[in-house]
């Protein structure tokens, strides 16, 4: 391998290490927890603003609530479940996987399996192409200044 | 002659100018008849001038607060300030059709004047696809349903008006953000008109493309910087501490643009393959049916937005508009599918065509993901009688593995080659950027952020920055090679030559500031909410905010409660006034943020609650966000960019090859 | 490949058409709560005038009607004379008004109570969790429980006389006939 593939697959590796890094399971404080839980709960008197988000008073109570819960130690579905119990499914910002809601998941994840694989059906190799002595640099700086002004 | 009377006159004799020009405009196409389409230029100008009459004379009369219409009375009171009368003309429904109107009538001018004159047979059709587009609206305004001009019973005038609804006159920004959209809406039918104009004709040429180029890119430019003042609305007015919440109406804005979005990519296919060209059709009738959709969403009631001011019987006419675009733009696209289908293939995975493909994929994916998002509760509903919610948790769930597929892309693709690439091209276009990911997800990761998303975001960025970078120095170097010229005077020349393609770099920088503020701002945004009695102080984030007093402000059309805050810590010294708005139209009070915007985070300071009886104490919540400025910058390099991607080329010169071809034809 | 495309093209704009029709058939201001048609959750709040506490079993086997209100509520205002007459009408039958006061401080809806002059048991809901388990939205919010405890159905925003009495007389006859 040359040297430029090695640094790109270096490179490629470190972001990857990175991103394993970041993404490590790690422990959430109860404030991290609260604001999480808010995050995914429906702010009932805003125009689709969460719990978390809305300075008005209801989702200011509801907030206090789920402080108490997560207090008191309810895992996360506990603490949606009592919500759902007293304003429905409505309440939850973003459906259950299983349910009538879980579809809106199955169709971009479809959309975009389906697009990605007819745009790759498309694009078919070129012909292999005979190798000539390569440009001078004259003719090279000619051809750079060319496809610099070429309209894109 | 009062002014409901000048309005309701223009308006329809506008109408009954439309119908005419529509006319004339179908029959100076199928005769080809001269005399035909001079008097639909003539009557062009003539509708333009009587919406124009018509608008003026609407903020007229909410000016003069004349409260004899219905639309003056609802929107409009005795206090409401000069300049929230003026900008009230697109406070509702009603007035904000005015505004559409006009924007259209001033489309039909430029096609029926210009156009013409470039491409006369398509330019015909298209001018009589806009007048019938025209027709339709200007009908819509006539209408009980939508007409601004609607008289109330003598005895029923009020004294004074509602006045506009409070979130429209709290900020002078309301000036901007409608019209910005309203022109980047309207201008989608003209790059619409004209496609339908190619497929009713039967065009096998690409000349309507770079016909409607300016008009595609002006859209989409206004378009996007429309959506980002909306969301800068959203969080310097609004007040709840956010840019972006899905909103149906944020939701309905951003669907056309997305599809613009791929349509302003994909049309350099075809310009230099002919390939996706029914890709390219497609585009334009979704962008320009997705402005109505959006129209539809927001105006007709039918689900609950920000935006949701009146519920009106417009509803069902805008839905059937939608449906019959629709079905003669698809229809249409059908009929032509074989005769535009690509002759020749796409080329290599690896080549820039194949990167313009995908893109397309994502973009559409994206679109249709947002669409499904806003009308599933509905579609739920009506099924199975269930109701339910999907908001900003869905929605950034999909969207941001989608948004971060295309920064990867729009990465890669300016640095392939058509057709394809070799292993030895991949190779040195993108050592440096890779070593800039690697640089910038370090940079994310020390900084401290959590979440794969985050990091994921700082290295393409980097990746793209770096990649945007080396397109300019090897432009500059070339020209330096070539002609002599010192950096600098290259830098400049490479948009004089070059606009679009550089220009288009510098909106991929845009979109890369912008990308970075929205992940940082996101991930690292910490927060306080505390009850405070005056003196008292909070801390977060290194700020110190203590307490003062809470003050009461009376003006004529509000009365405010606000807290007084003085702000020391991380080097600054300053005073926010975050308070409660009542408006006397409203129930409850709106919320106005004290916002100290900086170069690294706004403090962002919210009143959410306060002691009404005796001012003892008030509920502050302190918000920290970072970089949530360059989110406004970088919507201002994109415009810039834009502006510089319209630079016409720069004429060719032929003197060379008519010597060369002298020269031959001399020398037999 | 271009019949499928037809037909899909079709279908899907014909779809999309039919969704958006039928949504015009919902309000979208018609939010359905969890609550109605389950048991009314217990409370125990303290009363506003007084010392005593307000629960919900201390009126079993009664049609409780709970009303939501708070003292800055301009509907409330609205809404309190239809309150007043029914409560005229029905004191001391086994029908029992209860208004529960919430997002509001003790003092401003002692005042309220004493200027409108409303004779009602009123509790105070400091922390507004007992608004939260029955899924009020904001004031004022209605809510009809029956003789069995069961929430009957509840009415958002101010409550005119004409409904007050309909949902009233509604559950009297589901319980004389149990």
Not at chain 2, 128 to 138: E, K, R
Not at chain 2, 292 to 311: A, C, E, K, M, W
Not at chain 2, 554 to 572: F, K, S
Request: charged letters at 15%; one cysteine or more; a neutral charge.
């Amino acid at each position: 391998m040359t040297t430029a593939r090695w640094v790109i697959v270096a490179a490629v590796l470190a972001v990857g290490l990175a991103i394993a890094w970041t993404a490590r399971p790690q422990p959430q404080t109860a404030a991290e927890r609260v604001d999480r839980i808010s995050a995914e709960l429906r702010c009932p008197v805003c125009q689709g603003l969460s719990v978390q988000d809305s300075p008005s008073e209801t989702a200011r109570s509801m907030r206090a609530l789920v402080a108490q819960r997560v207090a008191e130690g309810r895992t996360d579905d506990e603490i949606r479940a009592e919500f759902v119990r007293s304003y429905g499914d409505w309440i939850l910002l973003e459906p259950p996987l299983l349910s009538v809601g879980g579809l809106v998941w199955l169709a971009p994840l479809a959309a975009i399996v389906l697009g990605a694989a007819l745009a790759w059906s498309r694009a078919r190799a070129p012909a292999p192409i005979a190798v000539v002595a390569g440009p001078t640099d004259e003719e090279l700086g000619r051809l750079r200044e060319l496809v610099a002004s070429e309209p894109e | 002659m009062s002014w409901g009377d000048i309005g309701a006159g223009a308006l329809r004799a506008a109408l009954a100018l439309a119908l005419w020009g529509l006319g004339a405009a179908a029959y100076a196409a199928w005769k080809r008849d001269a005399r035909a389409l001079a008097s639909a230029r003539l009557v062009a100008i003539g509708a333009f001038v009587l919406v124009l009459i018509a608008d003026l004379a609407m903020v007229g009369a909410l000016t003069a607060h004349d409260f004899s219409l219905v639309y003056v009375a609802e929107n409009n009171a005795l206090e409401t300030p000069t300049f929230y009368s003026a900008i009230s003309l697109w406070a509702a429904l009603a007035g904000s059709i005015l505004l559409w109107t006009l924007i259209l009538a001033g489309a039909v001018v430029w096609v029926a004047l210009r156009g013409t004159r470039s491409l006369p047979r398509l330019a015909t059709v298209a001018l009589a696809v806009l007048f019938a587009m025209l027709a339709f609206f200007l009908a819509l305004v006539v209408t009980a349903a939508a007409d601004p001009f609607t008289r109330l019973a003598a005895d029923q005038i009020p004294a004074d008006g509602n006045g506009p609804n409070a979130l429209l006159q709290n900020h002078p920004f309301m000036a901007l953000h409608p019209p910005l959209l309203y022109l980047g809406y309207v201008l989608t039918s003209v790059p619409f008109a004209y496609a339908i104009a190619a497929l009713i004709l039967g065009e096998t040429t690409d000349r309507w493309l770079t016909e409607t180029r300016k008009a595609a890119l002006a859209s989409w430019a206004l378009l996007g910087v429309g959506i980002v003042a909306g969301a800068w609305w959203s969080y310097a007015v609004l007040g709840w501490g956010g840019y972006w919440a899905w909103d149906p109406v944020e939701n309905a804005a951003i669907m056309p643009w997305l599809t613009a979005t791929a349509y302003l990519h994909s049309v350099m296919v075809e310009e230099k393959r002919r390939l996706l060209r029914t890709w390219n059709i497609a585009l334009v009738i979704a962008t320009f049916a997705l402005t109505i959709l959006g129209t539809f969403l927001t105006r007709s009631g039918v689900v609950n937005s920000v935006h949701s001011f009146t519920q009106s019987a417009i509803g069902p006419l805008l839905l059937g508009y939608f449906v019959a675009i629709l079905v003669v733009g698809v229809g249409l696209l059908l009929y032509r599918m074989d005769d535009l289908a690509d002759r020749g293939s796409v080329g290599a995975p690896l080549s820039r065509e194949a990167i313009f493909l995908f893109q397309n994929v994502l973009f559409v994916a994206a679109t249709l993901t947002v669409l499904l998002g806003t009308i599933y509760p509905l579609i739920a509903e009506a099924l199975s009688g269930a109701q339910l919610s999907i908001g900003a948790p869905y929605f950034d769930r999909v969207e941001v593995p989608i948004g971060l597929a295309l920064l990867f892309l729009m990465g890669i693709g300016p640095q392939l080659p058509w057709h394809g690439a070799s292993r030895a091209t991949l190779e040195r276009q993108f050592t440096a950027p890779a070593i800039a990911a690697a640089a910038g997800a370090a940079v994310a990761v020390v900084s401290g952020m959590a979440g794969w998303a985050p990091v994921l975001t700082y290295a393409l960025a980097a990746f793209v920055t770096a990649t945007v970078v080396q397109e300019f120095v090897r432009g500059v170097r070339a020209r330096h090679t070539l002609h002599g010229e010192p950096a600098p005077t290259a830098f400049v020349a490479l948009f004089r030559r070059n606009g679009r393609r550089y220009g288009g770099y510098v909106v991929h920088l845009g979109i890369v500031i912008a990308v970075v503020a929205i992940a940082t701002s996101q991930a690292r945004t910490t927060e306080l909410e505390q009850t405070l009695a005056p003196g008292d102080a909070m801390d977060v984030a290194g700020y110190h905010i203590t307490f003062a007093g809470l003050r009461d402000i009376a003006e004529p059309q509000r009365a405010t409660t606000a807290a007084d805050l003085v702000i020391t810590g991380n080097g600054a010294s300053l005073h926010l006034h975050p308070g409660l708005v009542q408006y006397p139209n409203t129930e409850s009070a709106i919320g106005s943020p004290g916002i100290a915007a900086g170069s690294r985070d706004d403090l962002y300071t919210i009143l959410a609650a306060y002691d009404g009886t005796g001012h003892a104490w008030a509920t502050i919540r302190v918000r920290v966000i970072p970089l949530v400025s360059w989110l406004w910058a970088g919507g201002a390099v994109v415009g810039f960019g834009a502006l510089l991607a319209a630079l016409p080329p720069p004429k060719r010169r032929p003197v060379a090859v008519a010597v060369r071809v002298a020269d031959a034809v001399g020398a037999e | 490949m271009s019949r499928i495309a037809r037909y899909a093209a079709v279908a899907l704009i014909l779809g999309l058409a039919a969704v958006l029709t039928l949504a015009f058939a919902r309000d979208p201001h018609d939010i359905k709560t969890g609550t109605v048609g389950k048991p009314a959750p217990a409370f125990a709040l303290p009363s506003l005038t007084g010392s005593a506490t307000v629960s919900l079993d201390q009126y079993k086997g009664k049609i409780v009607v709970l009303n939501f209100w708070s003292s800055w509520c301009i509907p409330c205002k609205q809404e309190n004379p239809a309150l007043t007459d029914v409560w005229e009408r029905y004191r001391g039958t086994d029908v029992v008004l209860i208004g529960i006061v919430f997002q509001d401080s003790a003092d401003a809806a002692r005042e309220y109570t004493a200027r409108l002059g409303n004779t009602w048991a009123s509790a105070l809901d400091g922390d507004g969790r007992m608004a939260l388990s029955y899924g009020v939205f904001g004031p004022p919010e209605t809510y009809f429980i029956g003789a069995d405890g069961i929430i009957a159905g509840r009415h958002i925003g101010p409550i005119d006389e004409q409904t007050l009495m309909t949902g009233i007389e509604t559950l009297r006859a589901k319980s004389a006939t149990r």
